[in-house]
């Protein structure tokens, strides 16, 4: 007699793993899946992910396997299981990549699948989209737009983009850029925002110049001690009187040389979408600070309190919080630094390589907001042993490292390839989103991508 499952054992392990593991394997998990997963619990288990699962005794009991948590499974599901989600929607905007997955339509916001990732620079058609208001007509005279520097200064500046390109002295930097959010749809319960994976970032080269030295020209008074950034999109709206997002950063971060006022993106002018004609980059920290459309930096006595810089916006617990339960503000920190994140960019989640593959060659990307990399490791036996991956030197500050190895394969089946990266100060990859928030900030669990021999 065949049993009827209510829901596809995809839509189980997203949504119950444990719940799974019972209708898949018929008991429950325990603190592991040893002395059960045989006979027919490694068949349906099998069968979900595509293929015999040759690490299968190493299983944590309640694991989301790969090819079903991160997307499609490695293999269409059996043929009696009901129809699976709704498939992403892909962006279709001029100049950006057709694999870009959209995933917030109002603002329009998109992420870069992972494999998309793997080049040494981010070339600008891949490079992820977040917005937070309507995107603005683009500039007809690019280097007639106005910035202003005002508050906390000796001299009120008002310059024109044409202006900063010959006043100051420019520069070019290879930084990764990453949205606050990144990782969010990690977190268990879920929290709120944008679900982004791990492709809300990404690692252009960058032409502008310090904002040090345009700060420097306006004469920062010693009472100045936070930076305000306003920005020429609308709310959405259309609202003019209604404030869309205004953060700001700490002075020393301001002043470091590689925060910047940037009008090239990649050798090429800054494109509308991405900020142009000019935006701020503040390297290492949520890209809400590196403004887009930039129009005026004010410098205030104060914590800026602009939009996105209150209650959870941006900010992470100070002690740990029970999940899906009312946030204190008062144990409240602004997120700076970004948490230390590796990716795997080579194979894909999902590859399918040819039956009596041995071996597998990897490539990654890895970095750490204001700190660098100090190793990533990488498991294909479900974390019970790991090896040092090749990791290579930064171009510069804030560029992302790139990183290499390979993996021995035993057999025909079905494996994950699990990567972790540590810190310049020792922390490292957790395996579950960290320290959760009712906003979704810091969730950099290790990655993990599905791979099918055979």
Known sequence: MTRRIERSIEELYRDDPERADVVAFGRETGPNRRGFLGGAGLAAMGAAVGGVIPFAANMPGGLVPAALAQGAPATPPPAAAPPAKKGPVYLNYPGKNDKLVVIGERPLVAETPEHLLDDDTTPTEKFFV??????????????????????????????????????????????????????????????????????????????????????????????????????????????????????????????????????????????????????????????????????????????????????????LTINPMVPGTKADPKNFKILESMPVRSIITSPGNGAKLPAGTREVKLRGASWAGDFTVRRVDISTDYGVTWQAAKLESPKNKYDWQRWSGSAKLPRDGYYEIWARAMDSRGQMQPHVAPNWNPSGYGGNPMHRVAVLVG
């Open 130 to 315: 977040r917005n937070n208001g309507q995107i603005p007509e683009a500039a007809k005279e690019p280097d007639k737009w106005k910035i202003a520097i005002d508050g906390e200064v000796n001299k009120k500046l008002e310059l024109t983009l044409g202006e900063l390109k010959s006043k100051f002295k420019p520069q070019t930097r290879r930084i990764v850029l990453e949205c606050g959010g990144n990782g969010r749809s990690f977190f268990s319960p879920p929290a709120s925002g944008n679900q982004w994976t791990n492709g809300g970032a990404g690692c252009a080269e960058w032409t502008g110049v310090r904002l040090a030295d345009v700060l420097k020209m306006a004469g920062v008074k010693p009472s100045g001690i936070y930076t305000a950034h306003y920005a020429a999109d609308l709310h959405l709206s259309g609202d003019a009187s209604m404030p869309t997002l205004s953060r700001g950063v700490r002075m020393a971060k301001a002043m470091e040389p590689d925060s910047m006022i940037v009008w090239a993106m990649n050798g090429q002018p800054l494109p509308n979408i991405h900020g142009g004609p000019v935006r701020l980059l503040v390297p290492g920290w949520p890209g809400s600070a590196s403004q887009k459309w930039l129009t005026r930096i004010t410098i205030r006595d104060r914590e800026h309190d602009g939009v996105g810089m209150g209650g959870t916006s941006y900010r």
